[in-house]
């Protein structure tokens, strides 16, 4: 199917990674996902994301770190990068939804970026400075 399988999970493929993928059915891939590209869902209700159990809860003023596992899978931690001061708390189950055109796919034996071809050096000074995307660009 057109879905990653992250414990008992699914996540949709993004569009541009299934023809690059196809002949990679029931392959392992490591996904990775920036904190602060992470979304509390506060509808909790399930929707393009996964559904998590909360660990800790750092409120730093501006923002809110969390780190939680998997509902399903307590060795899958993820960080959580949130605005704002926010109301949850340790052993609560979250949703967060995410935009699978801010994953990137990882070869597990290697390590090496398999999508976006782009760094993730490359991709956060783009973002920073787009004028320097620009001039790589021509």
Same mark, same amino acid.
């Given at each position: 199917d057109n879905n990653f399988a992250?414990?008992?999970?699914?996540?949709?493929?993004?569009e541009p990674w299934r023809s690059l993928l196809r002949s990679a059915q029931n392959q392992s891939f490591l996904l990775g996902i920036r904190p602060e590209?992470? /979304?509390?869902?506060?509808?909790?209700?399930?929707?393009?994301?996964?559904?998590? /159990?909360?660990?800790?809860?750092e409120p730093l003023g501006s923002e809110t770190l969390i780190r939680a596992c998997l509902s399903d899978d307590s060795s899958q931690v993820i960080q959580i990068k949130a605005m704002g001061s926010?109301?949850?708390?340790?052993?609560?189950?979250?949703?967060?939804?995410?935009?699978?055109?801010?994953?990137?796919?990882?070869?597990?034996?290697?390590?090496?970026?398999l999508f976006p071809a782009e760094t993730l050096r490359e991709r956060d000074a783009s973002r920073r400075h787009p004028q320097l995307a620009d001039r790589r660009s021509h």
């Open positions: 992250i414990g008992e999970q699914s996540i949709p493929c993004p590209h992470l /979304r509390l869902n506060s509808a909790d209700t399930e929707s393009t994301g996964l559904n998590l /159990r909360v660990i800790v809860v926010l109301q949850v708390r340790p052993g609560e189950q979250i949703w967060v939804d995410l935009s699978v055109e801010d994953l990137y796919l990882f070869d597990p034996q290697t390590g090496d970026s």
